[in-house]
């Protein structure tokens, strides 16, 4: 197979990275798309497309990216063919089945090519960044996660990436960052472990680099496991929900996936959810992390004929609004809108009951 390009997201310092390559052999062209887990599963996802249309491919490249909240890049074949072999190296190391269709690029995993720079190339991967706080923060998402490479590329001392306060790849919910003198902040955590929750105390001590920030030390202090209802109610946001009524619902609902095909799409019984999640990863940089900030817009298309929104911004809600009535207003009607205390719209997703006012009026 002859290589013609391969682009990446640049979002190693979220856990995960998208990644596409281009090939062609005589009169065939293969377009392949992986996601690329930083924690622990290695190759995650995989979808490859023979002689695919401009439409489909580009459909394709916003459904693995487009919720990533990264810049893209082209990289070389080199770097992306250690990628590949290197991330499904991790899935052998930890048990983790490879994704399906492996024919499509087992030529991949077998290939030789010139090394790479392991450092340049993790660089080149991670966003800038642009703040200490936003720093902190990403140093205990990585932290949390167990991210052993991330906290070795970082740390000027080689033994931190071994420090670990979670048991598996733990997931941060919600970190407070307070600077105390120059270089030093106390991290304030919630975060989930084995299904289980715990807020933690943990201190980082940094410097700076020729790559920028790094850590100098991390100590941790108190850890105690909470209340899952605890930790719902710290990291609640206002909800605000419209519903619309759907005419014609087989042919808004082809229409509006296929616009939507940036969105993360989840399907449901009663009909199918998608994520719109924001542009850029900026959250990471506010004093106070939400993981639910990078959130956009959910949308709910049932098969009853309500589209159901949710957006966690008054702004963003007048503006979904607009947009929606104006690109589908042939189909589309607002009804009612409501706001709520706590998010709404994934126990509705859930619930057997068939209409958003049927699920209001059992709780």
């Known amino acids: 197979m002859e290589f013609l390009y391969a682009k990446i997201t640049n979002s190693r310092l979220m856990g995960s990275m998208g990644l596409r390559m281009s090939w062609k052999n005589k009169n065939k062209k293969l377009d392949q798309y992986f996601l690329l887990d930083c924690e622990g599963l290695g190759l995650a996802d995989y979808m490859g497309i023979y002689n695919g249309d401009d439409k489909r491919l580009f459909n394709e490249e916003e459904r693995l990216m487009g919720g990533l909240g990264s810049d893209r890049m082209y990289i070389s074949k080199e770097e992306a063919v250690f990628l590949v072999k290197e991330y499904a190296g991790k899935n052998i190391r930890y048990g983790k089945p490879l994704p399906e269709n492996k024919d499509e690029y087992d030529f991949i995993l077998e290939m030789e090519t010139d090394p790479v720079d392991k450092k340049s190339l993790f660089f080149k991967l991670c966003k800038k960044i642009e703040s200490d706080v936003e720093f902190i923060n990403y140093m205990a998402m990585r932290f949390i996660a167990r991210d052993r490479e991330a906290l070795g590329q970082y740390s000027l001392n080689p033994e931190l ?119 850029d990863n900026s959250h990471v940089a506010a004093g106070e992390y939400l993981i639910s900030n990078d959130l956009d817009s959910i949308f709910f298309v049932s098969d009853s004929g309500q589209l159901v929104v949710s957006n966690y911004d008054m702004d963003v809600r007048i503006d979904v609004d607009s947009k929606l009535l104006s690109r589908y207003g042939e189909y589309l009607s607002l009804n009612d809108e409501f706001i709520f205390s706590g998010s709404l719209i994934y126990d509705f997703a859930q619930d057997i009951a068939e209409s958003f006012y049927e699920f209001l009026s059992k709780r």
Do not use: W
């Open 161 to 279: 990436k071994n420090m670990k306060i979670t048991y598996a790849n733990g997931t941060l919910l919600k970190n407070s960052v307070r600077k105390l003198k120059t270089g030093n902040y106390i991290c304030s955590c919630i975060y989930e472990d084995r299904n289980a929750y715990f807020t933690a105390n943990i201190g980082f001590s940094t410097d700076t680099s020729k790559e920028g920030y790094c850590v100098r030390s991390i100590k941790i202090g108190k850890v105690s496991q909470v209340d899952c209802l605890d930790v719902l109610d710290e990291i609640k946001r206002d909800e605000y929900i419209g519903i619309y009524i759907i005419d014609d619902i087989e042919n808004f609902k082809r229409q509006f996936i296929e616009d939507m095909s940036h969105c993360l799409k989840s399907p449901f019984e009663k009909g199918v959810m998608l994520t719109q999640f924001k542009p």
